[in-house]
């Protein structure tokens, strides 16, 4: 490769390292709010597509990755965990020209740990994974807020949970018997929670829709959600 560097992704800039291999310069600077016109204006100017740069693979990594591959350039997603992990043992103060540096001198070495980068269908089909277990994070929330202002005020337990008709009818029967701030704060629940639940269904539909184009995947437990959004949130 004639260029290989390294890029430390923050919202508010880009700080990058790379070599150039005609030239013998080792470049460093800042892209300042960078979004995907400019960053891909950056990489027009750097005179040639012979390029690789690495990155951690953190918020921000897709459209670098997509806009290098677009330039028919290298695109290199290393894992937060053994990126660090390959950092120097001697004490330094952190920075991101250092993280840069530091995944510049990994893909010069050939010691860059990868990360496997989705094609456009998987990614999209994680992102609706992503918003449906948020949906179902937030209706709990707010299911919990429900139940927990119809015991503060002295009404029986629910018979049915609130994602479904019966819970929700009988949620509402208890709030015409309440104070108007009260009977306010359980019908918004409700409505928050009708409305998440029309959501999710239809997240489910293309969910299974999506799944039919890709290889088949093991389905996730209720108990893995968390664990599956933070690791593809990278």
């Known amino acids: 490769?004639?260029?290989?560097?390294?890029?430390?992704?923050?919202?508010?800039?880009?700080?990058?390292?790379?070599?150039?291999?005609?030239?013998?310069?080792?470049?460093?600077?800042?892209?300042?709010?960078?979004?995907?016109?400019?960053?891909?204006?950056?990489?027009?100017?750097?005179?040639?597509?012979?390029?690789?740069?690495?990155?951690?693979?953190?918020?921000?990594?897709?459209?670098?990755?997509?806009?290098?591959?677009?330039?028919?350039?290298?695109?290199?997603?290393?894992?937060?965990?053994?990126?660090?992990?390959?950092?120097?043992?001697?004490?330094r103060a952190k920075t991101d020209r250092a993280d840069a540096r530091h995944m510049r001198v990994l893909l010069s070495d050939d010691r860059f740990p990868d990360s496997w980068i989705p094609p456009g269908h998987v990614a999209q089909t994680r992102s609706l994974g992503r918003l449906y277990l948020d949906l179902r994070n937030d209706q709990a929330a707010w299911s919990q807020r429900v139940h927990a202002t119809l015991f503060h005020h002295g009404f029986p337990s629910l018979k049915g949970a609130l994602d479904s008709g019966e819970g929700r009818t009988l949620a509402l029967s208890y709030a015409d018997e309440m104070d108007m701030i009260n009977r306010h704060a359980v019908i918004t629940g409700i409505k928050t929670i009708e409305y998440m639940t029309s959501e999710m269904k239809l997240l489910k539909q293309q969910l299974g829709w999506e799944k039919s184009r890709s290889a088949p995947t093991r389905q996730l437990n209720p108990g893995e959600g968390r664990r599956y959004r933070n690791r593809t949130d990278r």
Request: net charge negative; charged share 25%.
């Open 1 to 91: 490769m004639a260029i290989v560097g390294g890029l430390d992704i923050h919202r508010a800039q880009i700080t990058f390292s790379y070599a150039d291999s005609v030239t013998g310069e080792v470049k460093n600077g800042k892209i300042e709010n960078p979004h995907r016109a400019q960053f891909a204006h950056w990489l027009s100017k750097l005179g040639t597509t012979d390029v690789e740069f690495g990155m951690e693979g953190c918020i921000g990594w897709l459209y670098i990755a997509e806009e290098l591959t677009s330039a028919g350039m290298g695109a290199r997603v290393g894992d937060p965990a053994e990126l660090a992990a390959l950092k120097p043992r001697k004490k």
